[in-house]
């Protein structure tokens, strides 16, 4: 069984900085890409940032790009995902999501076969 486990959730006041985590396990579990999702209260589940594991591809949300880096430990087969100049709309739901096989779309949640448990990041004003 693949287990996707996230940390690193938490409060921070705007304009502060989070660094969440995910590592990947299972003892067949091939990875092709990772990548993060967030979901707002009463909103959909949005794309965040993704890389890919061979050539290390990487793709933003034009929300993040420039306040997030997203990077990956190969050996640990663990994404993380810096987040600075947090801002409150930044609140949401983190979630993790791998995928065994190659991609096409890093943005679209349904490329992606595993998913994580969630973990809250709220930005305080």
């Known amino acids: 069984q693949v287990q996707l486990v996230e940390s690193g959730g938490g409060l921070v006041q705007a304009g502060g900085s989070q660094r969440l985590s995910c590592a990947a396990s299972g003892p067949t579990f091939s990875t092709a890409a990772m990548g993060w999702f967030r979901q707002a209260s009463g909103m959909g589940r949005e794309f965040v940032a993704a890389?890919?594991?061979?050539?290390?591809?990487?793709y933003y949300a034009d929300s993040v790009k420039g306040r997030f880096t997203i990077s990956k430990d190969n050996a640990k087969k663990t994404v993380y995902l810096q987040m600075n100049s947090l801002k409150p709309e930044d609140t949401a739901v983190y979630y993790c999501?791998?995928?065994?096989?190659?991609?096409?779309?890093?943005?679209?949640?349904?490329?992606?076969?595993?998913w994580g448990q969630g973990t809250q990041v709220t930005v305080s004003s």
């Open positions: 999501a791998a995928a065994e096989h190659y991609i096409v779309y890093p943005s679209r949640k349904n490329e992606y076969e595993y």
């Open positions: 890389v890919r594991w061979s050539g290390a591809s990487i």
